[in-house]
């Protein structure tokens, strides 16, 4: 059987190979930019303010694009935002002290996690749900998604064999990572291209052909944000990069190690995004997320106790096998409780305190891994994560979709 929605428009599976590039990039970078912020000198209490200045300008820009945007044609925010992205990538490469890094951090579009958190978000979540019928919604949010964390899979393999080419090639590790966001900025003027292809249809799909703000859906939509940003606080405490020094610290593991990890984890969470399509339709959406989430957080709180990189390593494997399991649902569910014409801004509203939540717990976690290699970043991300679930259940697992 097809795992293709039969319904899907001719722009969907556009919207997956801009994910998958986009995906690659993020993958290549977030396990990259740790090691080559060490590089350059700066301390773990410094990368952690990078990080959180990444998720901060995230936010901002999302917010504006979901609540400002909806009179905007949805081809010029994308084209925009990979021009920003490419910009990003061009900066990163020729800065070496802290504060330019910073600012870019913070005015960019660079993704220090596997999932996706940039300003594309809000519109191509918006566009994918008036693509397909909406009993096939999950199923191509799942592909959506799949097509990024498999090509984040090989972003990160592709980033553990920098060293290896920075030895072949007699390459300082910096030189090579200053060329990794120059790879960056070229993924963006490839997804810019294809961008360019999308049918008007992106444009006019809704009632009226423009987008609203929030208005019949706002309690709900509010409700779930608070939810997300609990959940996103919890995640920044453990982000890729995050993870990526951890494993350094804590256990000495190489960068090439650590891509390897990485790679298998994300094929592991792009192969859960098919089962979560199946679960959906036996369990709810509501119950996928939770019963999917809160083992996965459980694992990571493990990861933290255990005394050996095998054991550490076996804990995070079974964790991506599970935790990214709750996205395609989390999309479908929030896209479906709201009417058409306000999914941009729900999108932009769930995501964007996600965003701002996440941000603020990194600068924590450096300041945390700068006294102690110890898991505590994993242990607190994990309790939170887990209260978020219980919490997600109890306030929404009898609340059905209506649109």
Sequence with gaps: MSLWPRSATIDAPRLLLTRALR????????????????????????????????????????????????????????????????????????????????????VGTLNPG???????????????????????????????????????????????????????LGWPVVAVGRAAFVAYAAVALVAALVYRTLSPAVEGA?????AAPLVRSRAIVLRLAALFSLDSAGGGLAVQSLLVLWLHRRF?????????????????????????????????????????????NLLLILAALVPTAPLAIACLLLRMALAQMDVPARQAY?????????????????????????????????ALLERTSFGWPLVLGGAMKAAYDLLLLAQFGRVEPRH
């Design 23 to 106: 995906g690659f990039a993020d993958g290549l970078v977030s396990v990259l930019l740790a090691a080559h912020l060490s590089a350059l000198g700066l301390s773990p209490f410094q990368i952690g303010a990078v990080l959180t200045g990444t998720l901060l300008g995230s936010a901002a820009l999302t917010l504006l694009v979901g609540l400002r945007g909806h009179g905007w044609r949805r081809r010029t925010v994308l084209a925009g935002a990979t021009l920003l992205m490419a910009l990003t990538g061009l900066g990163l490469a020729a800065s070496s002290a802290f504060v330019p890094i910073l600012i870019i951090a913070v």
């Design 114 to 168: 596997a999932g996706d958190v940039t300003v594309f978000l809000p519109v191509e979540q918006a566009v994918l749900s008036e693509s397909v019928a909406a009993p096939e919604r999950t199923a191509l949010f799942a592909l959506y998604n799949l097509s990024g964390t498999f090509a984040g899979a090989f972003g990160a393999l592709a980033a553990g064999g920098t060293g290896a080419l920075a030895h072949a």
């Design 206 to 210: 809704l009632p009226g052909g423009t």
């Design 252 to 296: 000495g593991l190489s960068l090439g190690t650590t891509g390897s990890v990485f790679f298998v984890m994300g094929l592991l969470a792009a192969g859960s995004q098919l089962v979560a399509v199946r679960l959906a339709g036996r369990i709810g959406l509501i119950r996928t997320m939770v019963f999917t989430h809160l083992p996965a």
């Design 334 to 366: 929030v896209m479906s409780v709201v009417p058409p014409e306000e999914r941009a801004a729900a999108a932009s509203v769930t995501n964007t305190p996600r965003s701002l939540a996440a941000a603020l717990t990194p600068l924590l976690a450096g």
